[in-house]
């Protein structure tokens, strides 16, 4: 079977991790279409791989969490009849260390508290030790973060945005948000830092995948067709950010920020280390450790959370709340 060279397959790589399209890089490097979609495949099944198993153990801080909005197909208003479950928005749940840089963990799928458990009970297998959270004021994490971490102690806080009225309707302001006129920071679990709750490093994140990956890229055509080839783009653009990319405050990787790695990776050990998963792991059950983040499948129901066998999370309060304002289960 033909393959390409491994400078072939680098090229292609550092095209899609700067931004390039599906067509673009293959235009770019002179390869057709499908051999850049079955590179993407093989390297982010890897790069799933690779980081599912060697993030572990990480000393965290300081950690933010996020959500990005994308889709896959077509928006969820514009579904075509046959393709429901199959197009809609997705989003992609965030992590990052406020220290290091280092995004330690990441989940595709809907923005649900389904999703939400998932990724934040990957997140709690990830980072050790009493460490600080932040997130948006998304409901869906208050119930998520406290089954999560049942037994653990954390330190807890949301940052709420309060905005304004939207703009006028028009032309210019179409895609103009609402203002935001203030923030309100709720502490929730333990004893925060409230000088350091603050979302600003994962929304900064948010940023950089929107202009490292062309799937993100708002009012283009180069959106994602399959839900699959999403994931296997996060994947690769997590690989390139933890590993390769310096940071330019830290003046190294965040994986070396983290000491999760000695060494710059270069795209080429991307390339390496994806040849040695398709060759010795793949096919490898027992060398597969930990089950990958791909597991966790959009547009499909994954396993509710089961309730802690000493309390019930229909019984757990918000702190503050009266005890006649009961916060129902994830559903």
């Not at 292609?12 to 979609?37: D, H, P, Q």
């Not at 009493?130 to 004021?137: C, E, K, Y």
């Not at 390496?272 to 450790?289: G, I, L, P, T, Y």
Request: hydrophobic fraction near 35%; glycine fraction near 6%.
């Amino acid at each position: 079977m033909n393959r390409l060279a491994p400078e072939k397959r680098t090229q292609l790589l550092r095209c899609l991790v700067e931004g390039n399209s599906i067509r673009g890089a293959s235009r770019l490097v002179g390869v057709s279409k499908n051999t850049v979609i079955k590179l993407l495949v093989e390297v982010g099944e890897a790069c799933h791989w690779y980081q599912n198993a060697h993030l572990r153990h990480l000393k965290c801080e300081r950690v933010q969490l996020d959500e990005i909005w994308s889709f896959v197909g077509s928006k969820a208003k514009n579904v075509p009849e046959g393709k429901e479950g199959r197009y809609g928005d997705i989003w992609t749940w965030v992590a990052i260390c406020a220290d290091t840089k280092l995004v330690p963990s990441w989940v595709v799928g809907y923005r649900d508290a389904q999703y939400a458990l998932a990724f934040v009970e990957d997140l709690a297998d990830r980072v050790d030790g009493r460490f600080q959270i932040t997130s948006d004021g998304h409901v869906a994490y208050l119930d998520t973060i406290r089954h999560a971490f049942d037994g653990r102690q954390i330190d807890y806080a949301m940052l709420v945005k309060l905005y304004g009225q939207s703009p006028e309707e028009g032309a210019s302001v179409r895609y103009s948000p609402a203002e935001c006129i203030g923030t309100r920071k709720r502490p929730i679990a333990g004893n925060p830092d409230m000088q350091h709750v603050s979302t600003s490093y994962v929304e900064r994140q948010n940023l950089t995948m929107r202009m490292s990956m062309r799937r993100f890229t708002r009012l283009t055509n180069g959106f994602s067709k399959k839900v699959e080839n999403h994931a296997h783009a996060v994947a690769l653009h997590f690989m390139h950010y933890n590993f390769v990319r310096i940071h330019k405050t830290l003046r190294v990787s965040p994986a070396m920020a983290a000491g999760v790695t000695e060494k710059l990776w270069d795209v080429e050990d991307i390339v390496a280390m994806s040849d040695h998963f398709h060759a010795e792991v793949k096919n490898n059950r027992q060398s597969v450790r930990v089950k990958p983040l791909e597991d966790y499948r959009p547009f499909r129901p994954v396993r509710p959370p089961a309730p802690p066998k000493s309390v019930s999370l229909k019984a757990r309060l918000i702190p503050g709340q009266p005890r006649s304002k009961r916060r129902p289960s994830p559903k």
